[in-house]
């Protein structure tokens, strides 16, 4: 039974009503007998999509599945593998990796499935577990994230007055991170929302169609913590960071004028410090997160307000344009992190481009010295 009452066919209703069956096809004539009590009926309205589009669509989503797969994986055999690298605040950005491999193992195969058969196969339950993986994953990786900036702006602002991170703190950080996400993304399965049909049948995600004000409560407050809470947190933290850098440069060069010297830093060309370094990754990576999330947040809330038409094409491109955000993170690293870099030119040096530089410098965010290096970003 599903988690949403006794079947009905109400969506089949309507839809014969209207016309939608006998003389016109719609997208939804594909689906399973068992599927029709999820299938809202505004997608009636709309006609099947091209085989083409299916084909495109699970051509897209496998190969993002496939990079994001052997990219996070990397990134978690890397970052477990390498000494340097195994400190408290990295653990975070395993649990990141984590988080985005096992929402491209779960979305992927099933999407590719379902294009392949152009429609959802695999049963009301799954459809229900199917939205309630990529809405977990999704919100373990932003808090994820949030906790990540949380960290930057202990170590960068506060400096020296700083509670360091310990292991045990973050694993109790994970512990808590996810925790809290599967109370949110488990609601709709004690009936507060719940899971249906994209547009195209292919996958599963939030009923942002359904007008019941239960639904639409999940999805409002669901916003909220996943979504414009650990914005806000990011917000503040970096805002700060920022400050702090701003102040700590403005004392450097009234410093060095009173001095009558050009700098106060060793060298004109020195590198930027590895905390900051760090910072500057997080915020990439966290920038990344939002603008992939945020068209299928439009999406939803479109569907509620019915502020403008959402078609079964939109829908299934906004839902795979935010399950790529999985796929950005290990890119973002192996461009960008130092040590990374370093560890992964020695364990796959082919996909190393350019050459590495050596960076002797601590990325741990403990007590760290950020009174003259560590503040040293722009």
């Given at each position: ?170 694993l109790f950080q994970i512990l808590l991170i996810w925790a809290f996400s599967a109370f949110w993304t488990l609601a709709p399965f004690l009936g507060w929302g719940r899971y249906a049909p994209e547009g195209n049948m292919t996958a599963c995600g939030t009923d942002y169609l359904n007008k019941e004000w239960l639904s639409k409560t999940y999805i409002f407050a669901y916003t ?155």
């Amino acid at each position: 039974m599903s988690v949403m009452g006794e079947p009905s066919l109400a969506a089949w209703a309507a839809a014969q009503r209207t016309g939608s069956f006998g003389g016109n096809i719609s997208v939804a004539d594909k689906a399973l007998p068992e599927m029709l009590h999820f299938i809202d009926p505004q997608w009636y309205q709309y006609p099947p999509m091209t085989s083409l589009w299916y084909g495109i669509l699970g051509l897209t989503i496998g190969t993002l599945g496939s990079i994001s797969i052997i990219g996070n994986g990397m990134v978690i055999y890397i970052f477990s593998g390498t000494k340097a690298l195994r400190t408290p605040s990295n653990l975070l950005v395993v649990n990141l990796a984590f988080s985005d491999l096992f929402m491209m193992a779960t979305m992927a195969p099933a999407m590719v499935i379902n294009c392949y058969n152009e429609t959802w196969v695999f049963g009301p339950l799954m459809c229900e577990v199917y939205g309630m993986l990529g809405s977990l994953f999704g919100c373990v990786s932003i808090w994820t994230m949030t906790f990540i900036a949380l960290d930057r702006y202990n170590v960068i602002f506060k400096g020296l007055s700083a509670q360091p991170l310990t292991k045990k703190g973050a694993l109790f950080q994970i512990l808590l991170i996810w925790a809290f996400s599967a109370f949110w993304t488990l609601a709709p399965f004690l009936g507060w929302g719940r899971y249906a049909p994209e547009g195209n049948m292919t996958a599963c995600g939030t009923d942002y169609l359904n007008k019941e004000w239960l639904s639409k409560t999940y999805i409002f407050a669901y916003t909220v913590f996943c979504y414009f809470a650990p914005l806000g947190v990011i917000v503040y933290s970096y805002w700060f960071i920022v400050k702090a850098v701003a102040t700590h440069e403005k004392s450097m060069r009234e410093q060095a004028k009173k001095m009558n010297v050009a700098s106060l830093r060793s060298s004109e060309s020195s590198q930027t410090s590895a905390e900051c370094k760090l910072a500057k990754i997080a915020l990439m990576t966290i920038s990344l997160w939002f603008v992939a999330w945020t068209p299928y947040l439009v999406v939803n809330f479109a569907g509620i307000f019915e502020t403008f038409e959402i078609s079964p094409l939109n829908t299934i491109w906004c839902c795979i344009f935010a399950k790529a955000n999985a796929v950005y993170n290990p890119i973002v690293y192996g461009i960008s992190h130092p040590k990374y870099r370093q560890a992964l030119q020695k364990k796959f040096p082919s996909l190393v481009c350019g050459a590495v530089q050596s960076d002797t410098r601590s990325t741990v965010s403990g007590v760290t010295n950020v009174n003259s290096d560590e503040k040293e970003c722009a």
